[in-house]
């Protein structure tokens, strides 16, 4: 069995090469940030073959979590071998880590992705020259087109079951050149003792690298004469370690790539995104251009498309309930079991079923935008926002995942540097509208709020946003105080939205909602149903306000009094919710059954603390989970759900008070 670590700088097109190569369905995104923890998968066409995804990387330096990751895995796993993936529209700065590599003395293959974008470009890149120039074989690819890909496993396989190293090793010159090679002399014992290779661990050195120094457990005298190396060479150059030695890098990538490397001047397409740019990442403009673009999105999904998908569905699912309700009393099914089939399960995962097309709308829409590479826009303007007031304007990226769900969201804080920008982000992350929330909104938009539907569900989107940021400047002045760790995000290129990947995201989304409504909100519908039939002596109920639930949903209800919903069926829906998100409305809509409706329990002003009140209270038992284990214990995490709890009381209270005092009573 070979293993193939895929080894590239971030938003290169790994995971989508990676998903190409083993079939699988990992998440794409045209921003930094998505892959965190590596993932392994079979590659297809070779059965005893298999890869690892690694998290996007610039350096071998382990200044952040993903570089440690990365070289822990190409240092200690010591894979078969390494397939670099370069973006070939962005060359130069994506060889800077293949040199790294290659001193790993892995046998290792340069796939050069994106080359369908070179092409368009009108640029041309001599592969024979730039392989002689770098000594590594090279195939071009498209990952996202499925170009090359079979040709890249053959290579791949070739180069490790021969074992062809990279031949060039030897990227320095004049003092450089004479300090790594000192120092290489120097430590081979001890590199070969520890088995690191040689080559590696020198540079590693004389660049600065604590870690490795360690490792190598060299003694005080050997840490001298390293010590006086790199002065001498620091002098020799006249610029720190650092300095010289990403200046040999950038000197040997320039030389390669001359003649190799011919780009179209200023490409049509380069000048077309600076254009872009300017108006898209507008001082004042930026962020009202966001705003409208997210109206349109909600509108059209609210509003327009979804809603009326939603509509046939339903309609459907009605036809359906009404068929099977039908046929059980032609059967003469007693009537127990057929409550429990219609009035639980058919009435509580169809209340939830009917809202997959909007799902299914929005997240087309949401993939396409940060497909195109806008939402890595739009994080790079909230950097500078977030930045302002303190946060780090990396905490954007989990928080743009949360729209989707907290659950991946609350993982890709592990990229953040700081452990106090991650811990501020957890707990920031659940605050966004995710996916399972849609259905909470929309349900009680229509019923209420018809007229306004798409402004009632972005202004929860936003008020999820101001209570984060609110959230982050209340932390920052007391439990966290400190300032971010500095972030660069680089901005990708503008890209057409590829068929293949915006399915793969609807897919995604649609696949985890339908899941969870067949089994968690399948079961919570059936115990709802259970509890709300029966009392505590098990005598079935006509008048569900004195069954079980009534008397377990009573003891909550005070709590919510203050709020406007203080009903035992609010607080039981709000129980449930802790389940899955989308549970709220399905056990409403086992509790109100055929002769009540959400009018009897909220008026339009409860309706909207309620709303609030589930954008903001503790997130699902999932995302809890992941806090739990991020967070690292039990007690921070309750801390933390106890905080959005009440945090979201608050709010709710705020919302229906003051609303009273605006429409009196
Ligand atoms: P990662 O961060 O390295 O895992 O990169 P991803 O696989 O998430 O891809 C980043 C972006 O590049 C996505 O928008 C992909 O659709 C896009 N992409 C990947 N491969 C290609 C390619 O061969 N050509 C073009 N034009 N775009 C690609
Ligand atoms: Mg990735």
Not at 353 to 371: G, K, M, N, R, Y
């Amino acid at each position: 069995m070979l293993t193939f670590a895929l080894v590239g700088n971030q938003n290169s097109g790994k995971t989508t090469l990676f998903n190409q190569l083993t079939g699988s369905k990992q998440h794409v995104g045209n921003f930094p940030g998505v892959t965190v923890e590596k993932k392994q998968g079979a590659i297809r066409k070779s059965k005893e073959a298999s890869v690892v995804d690694l998290p996007g990387i610039y350096s071998l330096s382990p200044y952040t979590a993903e570089e440690v990751v990365t070289r822990d895995f190409l240092i200690a796993e010591k894979p078969d071998g390494v397939i670099n993936i370069v973006d070939a529209t962005n060359i130069e700065r994506n060889l800077y880590l293949s040199l790294q590599v290659m001193e790993l003395e892995i046998p290792m293959v340069i796939a050069l992705n994106m080359m369908d974008a070179v092409q368009q470009s009108g640029s041309y890149i001599d592969i024979e020259k730039l392989k002689e120039e770098l000594g590594v074989p090279i195939v071009p690819i498209s990952a996202s087109k499925n170009e090359g890909i079979d040709y890249l496993i053959t290579k791949a396989m070739e180069v490790a079951t021969k074992k062809i190293r990279p031949k060039k090793l030897d990227f320095c010159e004049g003092s450089v050149h004479r300090a790594i090679h000192s120092v290489a002399h120097l430590i081979e014992d001890h590199a070969q003792a520890v088995g690191l290779p040689r080559r590696f661990a020198a540079t590693r050195l004389v660049e600065g690298d604590v870690q490795i120094e360690c490792a190598l457990k060299l003694s005080d005298n050997e840490k001298d004469i390293l010590n006086h190396i790199v002065t001498e060479m620091e002098q020799e150059s006249q610029t720190d370690r650092e300095a010289a030695l990403a200046d040999m890098r950038y000197a040997f990538i320039e030389a390669a790539t001359e003649n190799a490397v011919f780009k179209s001047s200023e490409s049509k397409e380069h000048l077309r995104s600076i254009k872009i740019d300017n108006i898209l990442t507008h001082k004042y403009f930026a962020i009202p251009i966001f705003l409208l673009i997210m109206a349109l999105i909600f509108w059209l999904t609210f509003g327009v498309i979804g809603l009326w998908l939603s509509d046939v569905l339903n309609t459907g699912i009605d036809t359906f309930t009404a068929f099977v309700d039908q046929r059980l009393t032609a059967f003469g099914l007693s009537a127990t079991i057929h409550s429990l089939i219609i009035d639980g399960v058919f009435a509580g995962v169809g209340s939830v079923l009917t809202f997959l097309p909007l799902i299914i709308v929005l997240f087309f829409f949401l993939s396409l935008l940060e497909d195109s590479g806008y939402m890595a826009r739009v994080a790079f303007v909230m950097d500078k926002l977030l930045r302002k007031i303190g946060l780090s304007g990396r905490s954007f990226v989990p928080m743009l995942i949360g729209f989707g769900c907290s659950v991946p969201a609350i993982m890709a804080t592990r990229t953040l540097p700081s452990a106090r920008d991650r811990k501020m982000t957890i707990l920031l992350t659940p605050f966004m509208s995710c996916s399972a929330k849609v259905p909470v909104y929309g349900i009680f938009a229509a019923a209420f709020f018809a007229e306004n539907q798409a402004l009632v569900v972005i202004s929860l989107y936003i008020l999820g946003m101001i209570v984060a940021i609110v959230t982050g400047l209340l932390m920052k002045k007391t439990v966290f105080k400190g300032n971010p760790v500095p972030f660069v995000l680089e901005l990708p290129a503008y890209r057409m939205p590829s068929a293949r990947t915006t399915l793969l995201h609807v897919w995604e989304r649609a696949k985890d909602f339908i899941v969870r409504a067949f089994t968690i909100i399948f079961l919570a519908s059936l115990v709802i149903w259970l509890l709300q039939s029966f009392d505590f002596r098990f005598n079935m109920v006509t008048d569900s306000s004195k069954s079980m639930l009534a008397a377990i949903g009573s003891v909550m209800a005070p709590i919510f009094k203050p709020l406007g919903f203080g009903t035992w069926q609010a607080s039981t829906a709000l129980i449930t919710g802790f389940t899955a998100k989308e549970a709220v409305i399905s056990t409403f809509q086992v509790l109100l059954g055929s002769n009540m409706t959400l009018h009897d329990l909220f008026t339009p002003l409860s309706a909207l603390a309620f709303l609030c009140f589930t954008l903001l209270y503790m997130p699902c038992a999932a995302a809890f989970a992941a806090t739990k284990r991020e967070m690292g214990s039990y007690r921070q995490a309750v801390l933390v759900v106890g905080y959005q709890t009440g945090i979201a009381w608050v709010v709710a209270f705020i919302v229906y008070n003051v609303g009273k005092l605006i429409v009196g009573g």
